[in-house]
Every structure is written in C-alpha cells, then in structure tokens.
C-alpha cells in the first residue's frame, strides 16, 4: 500500500492544487465566491475550467461529467468527452467555463412529483464551487446540483445548500448579539455507516437480495448476536482487506475514512469518517456508500447497505452527528470555559431543544422509508418516537435554571446565564444512551435514527431549517431587547420550560416509554404512511417558506416521491415473495415431502411391523404447512390485485402497509418454519446460517 499522505486527495482539484494551478488572481477571486457562498462569475470560471482539465488530462482523464444526487438516493452521471472537432477530422480537447458551471442532462427520466412533466423535461446542473471536483474512474466529476428550468429543486443537494445559508444567516445574527465577527456559520456532519459484507455467490443465489437488498425469508441461525462476541472483535483477513482497499479508494477521493471496525450483528461493519461541511459530508457519504459496493465486489463479497437486510439479528443505521461552526471555527455547540461561551452554548442548545420539539414530525420524516421502517422501534434502533437525550448533568443545570434553584454540581454555587461559567462537560462514554434517537454528545448531537441507505441530506435539511427557525425567532426578540443579559435569561428559562418534554434520558426501548411520550404529547409516528403526511401541514410549509427551503409545490412533489418510492418498494418485495415462495420454496418442500412418503412406504413395504411414527409426523406437519403456505400465497396473490384500484399514493401506501405487509409476513413465517423441517440439501437458497457466518 501507499503511504497515506501521498495518496490523501491525490484525485480531487482541492485547494492546494488550485492554489498550484491557477493564475493567483483567479484563485483569490475563486476563494472569495467560495467562502462568501457567491455566484461564480464566467471570465473566472474560464480558467477554473481550463485548469482542471489540465490537470485531469495529466492524470489520464478523457471525460468529465456533472455528478449529482437526484431524488432516488443514488448519484446520477453522465460522461462526456473533453473532444471538439476542429474541421480537418482532427480534435482538440476542451472544456469550458460554461460547461464547468451548468450541464443540461436529458433527465425526464428522473422522479420529479410532477414538477416536470416530459415534454419539457430538461433540468439543469449548476456546480457547487464549494464541493471539489474530484476523479472517479477516469472520470472528471464535477459536484453539481440539479433544478428544472423553473428553478424547482429536484435533488437532495439544493435544499442543503439552501438549509445551510438559512442556517448561517440566522446564527450569524444571534452570534452578532454576543459580539462575535463571525460571518457564516457551517453546519458540520461526521456519519457514521453502518454495513453488511456477505460472499457474492451466496448472494447470487437469493433472488430478495438481488432484488430488494434484503432477505425476505430465512429462519433464525442457531446462533444469532446474543454472545456478543462480534462487536469490536477481531476483523477477519477477507473483511480486512476490503477495509484497506476501500479505505485508500476514499481516502485518494479526499475522504477522511478514520475508524473502522466490526458492528454487533454477524457479519456487520462500522466506517466512521472525521466530520466535516455538511453539503461535502453528504457527497461523501454518497461516494462511500457506492465504494463500498464497488469494492466488495472486487473481493468476491456483496455489500448490503439496506436497513434491514436480516431479520433476528440487528440493522444497519447511519449515526448523523451534528454540530455548528463559525469562520473563526468555532463550535457552537461546545459548552465553552467562560461564563459568556456558557451563556451562548445555553441559547444554542436551546435552539436545537426547541427545534426537535417542534418539528419532531419533520425529523421522523426525513428517515422514513420501507426499509427503515423494519428498524425504527425494533429494540435495536431508536424507536419511532422522537426524543432528546442530554445526559443527567445537563438537564440538571437546565432544571435548575427554569426553576431559579442553585445548581450544587461542580462547585458552582448559583446559576445565572452569563453569570457563572458552566460546569465542564466530559465526554462521558459511560453515560451513552444508545436508545435516545437525539442524543447530546459532548460537543455535537447524534441523530441516531437514519437508516444505512439513505442520503444524509434530508435530515440535515430538516435539522439546519428547524433551528434557523429558532435562532430567527430568537434573533427577532433579542435584537430588540433592553437589558440582552436579562432578556437573554428570560428567553432561555422560558424556552426549556415549553420544549422540556422533549427531553428524555431513560430507556427508550421500554415499553412504559411509549405511554409515557403519549401523555407528553409527542407524536409516536410508527410506520412511512403514518409519518409522510405531516409534511404538508400548514406549520412545516410555513417553515419551508420562511427560510426559502421549499416552495409549496417542492413540498408537494417530494411528498409524492417519497410515497412512490415507499409503494414500490413494497410491491417489488411482494412480487419477488411470490416468486421465490411458488417457484422455489413450495416445488422445494413438495419434492421433500416426496421423499419422506417413499421412505416411509419403503419402510412399510419391508416389513409391515417397523414402525413409521416418524416419518408420519413429519409427513403430517408437512402436509400441513404446505397447506398454510399455498392459501397464504394465494391469498397475498389476491389482496395484491385490489391495490392498483387506488390512484391516491397515500390509499396504496396504507393498504400496502397494513394488508400487504402482514400477508407477507404470514408466508414468511410458514416458510421458515418449513426451512426447518426440510433437508438441508432441498432448501432452494443459502440459508441465514450461510449468509452471516462464511465470510
Ligand atoms: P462514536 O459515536 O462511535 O463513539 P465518535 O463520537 O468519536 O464516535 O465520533 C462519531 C462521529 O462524530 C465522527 O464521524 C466524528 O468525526 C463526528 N464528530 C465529532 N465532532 C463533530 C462535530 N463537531 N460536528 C459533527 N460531527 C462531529
Ligand atoms: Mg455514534
């Protein structure tokens, strides 16, 4: 292997190579645009353009392409060649400023919710300066987001963009009141991925997990997680030369790939990168995920990144740790060591209490989906119920500021914002609540309940907009205030007495938590179609709006997608069910069946006095579950015809939901069962035992 410093961001036009490459003008001129989030002017884009091809040329790269997210969660591009014609049959390689900023794919194709219908179905790309082009494959990849000619977002990166400015603005306000000279502030993600390896010819031999990415039969091992004895445990040879391919992949591609190591379920795996700008942490991720699947196959491995792709043993999730940072860089969410770092920490955390509190139905949103559902609620992952946990400490001195009483912690004898310097926060590994789905973390929080396939952009959508909600609306009060350090602790005091029920520290796998929530009034959204039509309601439109996010019709059509995306999701794994139980898994048991007649007749035609109990018993259990198994499938074939009757996305989600799903579970429940009782050799595909434990 390389060493790591020659081969870090070997492949991306980053600052340094443009500091290298470009005329000092340019590079101070692009600098500026960057840092100040401006418009990138042509003349400059020219010989950004022209210097990037040079350098792409020089590592061997004939293409360049507009890389962007499009709404089905996978990256889109499409490659063109650096050729133009000069007349006498021979070609100069070129690439202009104009193809740098803004690409036109032919991208009818793509899910709009009706923003774009067909006949006008060109969209354009525009390049987001602030994400470094980068070599993929040969290819020069330009980071891009993607609108309709009418400017609508029809990606997950505008609304980012768009979520950070809203974000800055209204941070950089609040900042300004305590005397700070910050002029942005960037919102900062560290994901945490979680993953599945498994052998690609096992893989082969599942047609759910081509199909759909997760099992939808399979009995549980005789050994599942319950020793735990793959957590952190030693990485084996095969997985850890996946590790070091993939690492050096991400890490030529400027990704700081840190920490890796083997997750809870058999066969399950952890990459945690080091944090950085939200919008570049997303790309990122993106391109890890699809590393990671590139890389497997090279080492004759599959990797699933569904969110649930075995039933029994845990799922994977992507652990969105969030902060805030100044242009000074600083966080905001460190508690700070003197008393007015201590004060502004108080009205920052407050603001991300108040923005969970009040948009809990947009956080549940922005993880919901088929496969996440299957998690979410499932003792293995947050529940579904949106909480904060904020360790016994910090809710201790918030408490004793709503109700004025001396804080005894820590030698601080009385606390008054701005008065006494907070207590120092350790990072208390002892004390991690690993079932609050919003967790403090020392300097950042973890939003735990995002599912392993999904793009972090939605949820940091909704975390950026919700507490640029409350930083506006504090802003808007302080401004105006007399006495700041009075009306500081008026506004800080009444905010953790309204939005304190949001605030959980105890176990959030307990049953009486649910109850619990209830009688606080959170929302308890358990499944897609519960949670997707809160969406629309009238106070989160209104939060779109003030922040320029969405407008009501961006909403609309990513409220459809997303209900699209959901119903075929289920009807894909229905029909693959069908398959898999008609052609394969009843000819399976019905030929074993055979079997165990002919033995049995067999044994009766030897001599009549042998005993045949067993084979009858068996045959009769059988006969039985093939029975259960055929009305089941006929059933599921029926109810499947009725929900095409509905045209509503929301009708279908619910009737899939609540009749489909449980009709499947019913033939998966007969058919591991049979998995059982039949022989090994006639099981018609890898079983969970193979899948988990071979790799
Ligand atoms: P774990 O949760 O597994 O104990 P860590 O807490 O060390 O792991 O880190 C988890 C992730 O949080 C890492 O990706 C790390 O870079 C990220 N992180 C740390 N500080 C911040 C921050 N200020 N903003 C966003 N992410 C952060
Ligand atoms: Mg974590």
């Known amino acids: 292997m390389s060493r790591l410093d020659e081969i870090f961001a070997s492949n991306v036009f980053n600052d340094s190579v443009m500091q290298q490459r470009l005329p000092k003008d340019t590079y101070r001129r692009l600098k500026k645009t960057i840092d100040e989030g401006k418009?990138?002017?042509?003349?400059?884009?020219?010989?950004?353009?022209?210097?990037?091809?040079?350098?792409?040329?020089?590592?061997?790269?004939?293409?360049?392409?507009?890389?962007?997210?499009?709404?089905?969660?996978?990256?889109?591009?499409?490659?063109?060649?650096?050729?133009?014609?000069?007349?006498n049959g021979q070609m100069i390689q070129s690439f202009s400023g104009t193809e740098l900023v803004r690409g036109e794919p032919d991208a009818s194709s793509f899910p709009?919710?009706?923003?774009?219908?067909t006949f006008e179905a060109r969209g354009y790309t525009a390049w987001d300066p602030t994400s470094y082009a980068f070599i993929k494959d040969g290819v020069l990849c330009i980071p891009t987001a993607f609108c309709s000619y009418g400017g609508e977002a029809?990606?997950?990166?505008?609304?980012?963009?768009?979520?950070?400015?809203?974000?800055?603005?209204?941070?950089?306000?609040?900042?300004?009141?305590f005397g700070r000279d910050a002029t942005r502030?960037?919102?900062?993600?560290?994901?945490?991925?979680?993953?599945?390896?498994?052998?690609?010819?096992?893989?082969?031999?599942?047609?759910?997990?081509?199909?759909?990415?997760?099992?939808?039969?399979?009995?549980?091992?005789?050994?599942?997680?319950?020793?735990?004895?793959?957590?952190?445990?030693?990485?084996?040879?095969?997985?850890?030369?996946?590790?070091?391919?993939l690492n050096e992949e991400l890490w030529k591609l400027g990704i700081y790939a840190k920490t890796e190591h083997n997750e809870c379920a058999p066969g399950q795996h952890e990459m945690a990168p080091v944090f950085t700008v939200s919008n570049i942490s997303c790309d990122h991720n993106q391109l890890t995920m699809e590393y990671m699947k590139r890389?497997?196959?090279?080492?004759?491995?599959?990797?699933?990144?569904?969110?649930?792709?075995?039933?029994?043993?845990?799922?994977?999730?992507?652990?969105?740790?969030?902060?805030?940072?100044?242009?000074t860089g600083y966080n905001l969410l460190n508690p700070g060591n003197s008393p007015y770092d201590s004060a502004q920490f108080l009205l920052f955390l407050v603001a991300v209490i108040r923005a969970v509190d009040c948009y809990q139905d947009l956080l549940r949103i922005s993880v919901s989906s088929a496969g996440n559902d299957h998690r979410l609620g499932a003792n293995e992952a947050p529940p579904a119920i949106i909480s904060i946990f904020l360790g016994d400490e910090l809710t201790e001195i918030l408490s004793s500021l709503e109700t004025g009483e001396a804080y005894k912690g820590h030698g601080v004898q009385e606390l008054?914002?701005?008065?006494?310097?907070?207590?120092?926060?350790?990072?208390d590994n002892t004390d991690r609540n690993r079932t609050s789905p919003f967790a403090f973390t020392g300097n950042k929080f973890e939003f735990r309940s995002l599912g392993s396939s999904a793009s972090i952009s939605e949820c940091n959508v909704m975390i950026n907009t919700a507490v640029a909600e409350s930083l506006r609306l504090y802003a808007d009060e302080l401004e105006k205030a007399e006495d700041f350090q009075t009306s500081l602790?008026?506004?800080?005091?009444?905010?953790?007495?309204?939005?304190?029920?949001?605030?959980?520290?105890?176990?959030?796998?307990?049953?009486?938590?649910?109850?619990?929530?209830?009688?606080?009034?959170?929302?308890?959204?358990?499944?897609?179609?519960?949670?997707?039509?809160?969406?629309?309601?009238?106070?989160?439109?209104?939060?779109?709006?003030?922040?320029?996010?969405?407008?009501?019709?961006?909403?609309?059509?990513?409220?459809?997608?997303?209900?699209?995306?959901?119903?075929?999701?289920?009807?894909?794994?229905?029909?693959?069910?069908?398959?898999?139980?008609?052609?394969?898994?009843?000819?399976?048991?019905l030929h074993f069946t055979g079997e165990v007649a002919r033995t049995a007749a067999a044994v009766k035609q030897y001599s009549p006095a042998l005993?045949?109990?067993?084979?009858?018993?068996?045959?009769?259990?059988?006969?039985?579950?093939?029975?259960?198994?055929?009305?089941?499938?006929?059933?599921?074939?029926?109810?499947?015809?009725?929900?095409?009757?509905?045209?509503?996305?929301?009708?279908?989600?619910?009737?899939?939901?609540?009749?489909?799903?449980?009709?499947?579970?019913?033939?998966?429940?007969?058919?591991?069962?049979?998995?059982?009782?039949?022989?090994?050799?006639?099981?018609?595909?890898?079983?969970?035992?193979?899948?988990?434990?071979?790799?």
């Open 416 to 427: 008054a914002v701005g008065v006494h310097v907070l207590p120092h926060f350790p990072r």
């Open 112 to 117: 709009s919710g009706g923003l774009r219908s």
């Open 611 to 695: 005993n045949t109990i067993p084979e009858e018993k068996l045959l009769l259990s059988l006969t039985e579950h093939t029975q259960a198994l055929s009305d089941a499938i006929e059933h599921l074939e029926n109810i499947l015809q009725d929900q095409g009757k509905s045209d509503d996305f929301l009708t279908r989600a619910r009737y899939l939901h609540d009749v489909i799903l449980p009709a499947m579970n019913r033939i998966r429940q007969i058919s591991d069962e049979l998995e059982t009782m039949v022989d090994k050799k006639d099981w018609p595909f890898p079983t969970y035992a193979e899948l988990l434990f071979t790799v």
């Open 489 to 589: 602790h008026d506004l800080i005091v009444r905010e953790i007495k309204a939005h304190k029920r949001i605030i959980f520290n105890g176990n959030g796998y307990a049953g009486s938590w649910v109850e619990e929530a209830r009688s606080r009034g959170l929302l308890n959204l358990s499944s897609t179609p519960d949670a997707l039509p809160h969406l629309l309601d009238e106070k989160n439109l209104e939060l779109f709006r003030q922040h320029g996010i969405f407008t009501e019709t961006e909403v609309r059509s990513r409220y459809e997608i997303a209900l699209e995306t959901y119903n075929k999701a289920i009807l894909i794994e229905a029909e693959t069910m069908l398959a898999m139980a008609k052609r394969e898994i009843l000819p399976a048991v």
């Open 295 to 327: 890389v497997a196959e090279r080492h004759g491995l599959v990797c699933l990144l569904a969110e649930k792709p075995f039933a029994g043993v845990n799922g994977s999730g992507k652990h969105n740790n969030w902060s805030m940072v100044t242009n």
């Open 154 to 177: 029809l990606d997950q990166k505008t609304p980012l963009l768009r979520s950070m400015e809203a974000l800055s603005t209204q941070a950089v306000r609040v900042l300004k009141l």
């Open 185 to 245: 502030v960037l919102p900062t993600v560290g994901p945490e991925q979680e993953y599945f390896l498994i052998d690609r010819a096992l893989y082969e031999q599942r047609k759910d997990l081509i199909f759909t990415g997760r099992t939808l039969f399979g009995a549980k091992p005789p050994k599942g997680q319950e020793l735990d004895d793959h957590y952190f445990g030693t990485i084996r040879p095969r997985v850890q030369d996946f590790m070091r391919e």
């Open 39 to 87: 418009q990138l002017d042509l003349q400059i884009a020219n010989v950004v353009a022209h210097a990037m091809k040079e350098w792409a040329i020089d590592k061997g790269v004939t293409h360049y392409t507009h890389w962007f997210q499009p709404l089905t969660g996978i990256t889109a591009e499409k490659h063109d060649a650096f050729i133009t014609p000069t007349g």
